[in-house]
Nanobody, 123 residues
Framework: QVQLVESGGGWVQAGGSLRLSCAPS????????MGWFRQAPGTERDYVAG????????YYSDSVKGRFTISRDNAKRAVYLEMNSLNPDDTAVYYC????????????????WGQGTQVTVSS
C-alpha cells in the first residue's frame, strides 16, 4: 500500500498558474508510474496527465495539452503538475495516483490514490 500526499492547490484567477506536488507519505525504494486526475462537482473523475516511472512516457488529456506539464523527481519520489493558462473549467479536486508498470495511456488504471487537493480558478 502506498499513501500519497498532494500539495499546491489553491485559488487563482483565470490566466494564472499553479504547481501541484505529490509524493509518498513514507519513504519507498519503488518507482511508480504517476498520474494526475481531477474531479469537478457532479462529474466523473478524469485522467489529466501521466508520467512513467522513468519519465520516458507521458500522457495528457486533450483538455490540458499545451497548458499543463507533468514532471517528476525520482530522487524525491515526487511528481509535479505545472498548470498554466488556467480557466474556470479547470476548477476541481486534483488527485495524485500511482501504479506499477510503465503504461500511461488514456485507459490506464491506477492502484494508489491521494486524498486530493482543491484547485479553484475564478473568472
Amino acid at each position: 500500500q502506498v499513501q500519497l500526499v498532494e500539495s499546491g492547490g489553491g485559488w487563482v484567477q483565470a490566466g494564472g498558474s499553479l504547481r501541484l506536488s505529490c509524493a509518498p507519505s513514507e519513504r519507498t525504494n519503488k518507482l511508480f508510474t504517476m498520474g494526475w486526475f481531477r474531479q469537478a462537482p457532479g462529474t466523473e473523475r478524469d485522467y489529466v496527465a501521466g508520467i512513467s516511472w522513468n519519465g520516458g512516457r507521458t500522457y495528457y488529456s486533450d483538455s490540458v495539452k499545451g497548458r499543463f506539464t507533468i514532471s517528476r523527481d525520482n530522487a524525491k519520489r515526487a511528481v509535479y503538475l505545472e498548470m498554466n493558462s488556467l480557466n474556470p473549467d479547470d476548477t476541481a479536486v486534483y488527485y495524485c495516483a500511482a501504479r506499477e508498470g510503465s503504461a500511461v495511456g488514456a485507459e490506464t488504471q491506477y492502484d494508489f490514490w491521494g486524498q486530493g487537493t482543491q484547485v479553484t480558478v475564478s473568472s
